[in-house]
């Protein structure tokens, strides 16, 4: 595997997914971490950063020592830490240097630039710049502004010290992920063989040896972690996964129903819980949005443990939390490690005093669902858009009732259904209705009505941090203000959110 050394960059998670689709195992690490070597490691990265290397508080690490173990490239902050622990000089760039440039090199045996061209654009991002090379280092590229675009040395340490100035990881460097082959294959002599597949095997394998013949228990959402990681453990102990489906009152339409019926298909062991009076019961009356949130975390947490005690002999609680949930990030105020503590359950863990079985806690979203493909997972859990935890509660603004729950999963299903028929569905990355509190005046037939209104919401992204709105077709907005207003009893209104993220969220609480 590699080892990505973050210094805080925007951009280290880039560099890892760039590096899986290569096929070759990577991890991320807080870049002051000592790093535990073991065979399996065959090179380094150090990411870029926010810091300048000449801030007195900069993070800095021993190079010359990692170099003596495996070859090391350096990525932008990586280069200029690397030029400037070895003698060289780093300075402010009179010409910042932000975005497209060309990289010019002219060797065809230099190993870290074998078939790329011979003038080719990356991009670049940077307020400093190497004004003088070390002794011993070598130049292998530049652009018309920098006479440092990429370089090496081969003289100083047991494995060859090489960087690259630029981004390798955007797509924008176009040829950038040929350049990090040519590192991880030519230079660390890695396999690339570690696909799906290959994944599979190795995961399986590991459940195993963790688990033995205990039981496990898992809650399940219907979404694709979860999901993915069910069939996983099931594929590794099989019967004695013991799933749980929860349904609060606050799913989509008939969605517990289709949901568990596919989970018994997939030959799950799942018992599916109704516990909706109970979460309606105790959100009566409530209209703050983090209440509700607590709540809904809390009847779960309950209804689940009840439900887990019930079962003899369980010794591991199963989850789906994924990479982006773990990755220890390196904070901009300061090389300090901070721990996202994100769970899809909430608290579940320290409650329940179980060990973990987390099969996807080092795969990213879309590693989950090709991992999801090789193990006969069907598209429709695949492709699904995320839906929160806390349902169409944080999606009907104000108090909660069966009522207004009902009215809003018929206007989701009548929108939901119109993407799918549109074929809008897969260009959107998440989408569904909110039930505003407002009523206002209408007219239908002969008569008024004072009825609510639907926001339709609809984003593109591919994480959730950021997200634009998406810019659906007037005309499928129209038939789906039509259809809802005339399906759905008790609306005569529906307005689209045109808000991008940010400033505004995804949801609306
Ligand atoms: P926001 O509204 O913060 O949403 O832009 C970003 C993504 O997170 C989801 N979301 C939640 N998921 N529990 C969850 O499990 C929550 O309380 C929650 N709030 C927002 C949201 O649907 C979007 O995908």
Redesign the pocket.
């Known amino acids: 595997k590699i080892l990505i050394l973050d210094f805080g960059s925007q951009y280290t998670q880039l560099i890892a997914r760039c590096i899986r689709e290569l096929n070759v195992y990577c991890e991320i690490k807080p870049c002051l971490q000592p790093i535990a070597w073991d065979e399996s490691i065959k090179g380094v990265i150090l990411s870029g950063s926010p810091f300048s290397v000449n801030d007195p508080n900069a993070p800095n690490v021993d190079i010359a020592a990692i170099a003596a173990k495996v070859p090391v490239l350096g990525i932008c902050y990586g280069a200029q830490m690397m030029a400037k622990n070895f003698g060289g000089e780093v300075a402010k760039s009179n010409s910042r240097e932000y975005g497209r440039a060309f990289m010019e090199h002219s060797n065809k045996d230099e190993k870290l630039l074998f078939d790329v061209a011979a003038k080719s654009q990356v991009w670049m991002s940077h307020a400093d710049t190497i004004v003088r090379m070390p002794e011993a280092f070598e130049i292998i590229a530049r652009t018309e502004n920098i006479p440092v675009a990429a370089f090496k040395c081969t003289t100083l340490t047991p494995h060859p010290l090489l960087a690259l100035q630029f981004h390798p990881e955007v797509t924008h460097s176009l040829e950038g992920k040929q350049i990090l082959r040519n590192y991880l294959v030519h230079i660390c002599g890695c396999k690339q063989d570690w696909t799906p597949a290959a994944f599979v095997q190795e995961m399986i394998g590991k459940i195993k040896a963790q688990v033995g013949d205990k039981r496990v228990v898992m809650a399940l959402s219907g979404g694709v972690d979860s999901t993915v990681a069910a069939e996983l453990i099931h594929k590794a102990i099989g019967k004695n996964l013991f799933c749980i489906f929860v349904d609060n009152g606050l799913l989509r339409k008939d969605e517990f129903e289709t949901v568990l019926d596919s989970y018994k298909h997939m030959g799950l062991n799942v018992k599916g819980i109704n516990a909706k009076d109970m979460f309606y019961g105790e959100l009566k009356g409530v209209s703050d949005p983090e209440q509700k949130?607590k709540i809904i975390g809390r009847l779960f947490i309950e209804v689940f443990q009840q439900e887990a005690t019930q079962l003899t002999d369980i010794s591991f609680l199963g989850q789906g939390t994924i990479y982006p949930d773990v990755i220890e990030s390196v904070s901009v105020n300061g090389p300090s490690v901070t721990i996202k503590s994100h769970h899809n359950v909430g608290g579940l863990p320290e409650k329940m005093n179980m060990q973990l079985v987390e099969p996807l806690r080092f795969l990213f979203k879309d590693e989950v669902r090709r991992v999801g493909r090789e193990i006969g997972i069907s598209e429709i859990f695949l492709g699904r858009h995320?839906?929160?935890?806390?349902g169409l509660a944080?999606r009907i603004l104000g108090e909660i009732t069966p009522e207004k729950v009902a009215m809003l999963q018929e206007a989701d299903a009548v929108y939901i259904d119109g993407l799918r028929e549109s074929g809008l569905y897969n260009q959107v990355w998440?989408a569904g209705t909110i039930l505003l509190p407002v009523q206002s005046v209408g007219v239908m037939g002969d008569e008024r009505t004072y009825e609510f209104t639907v926001a339709l919401r609809a984003v593109t992204s591919t994480d959730?941090m950021t997200a634009d709105w998406a810019h659906l077709p007037y005309e499928f907005l129209a038939k789906m203000s039509n259809d809802i207003i005339n399906k759905v009893k008790g609306i005569n209104r529906v307005v689209y959110d045109i808000s991008s993220?940010p400033p505004a969220?995804?949801?609306w609480e």
């Open positions: 949130r995320p839906f929160p935890g806390p944080i998440q959730g993220k969220t995804i949801e």
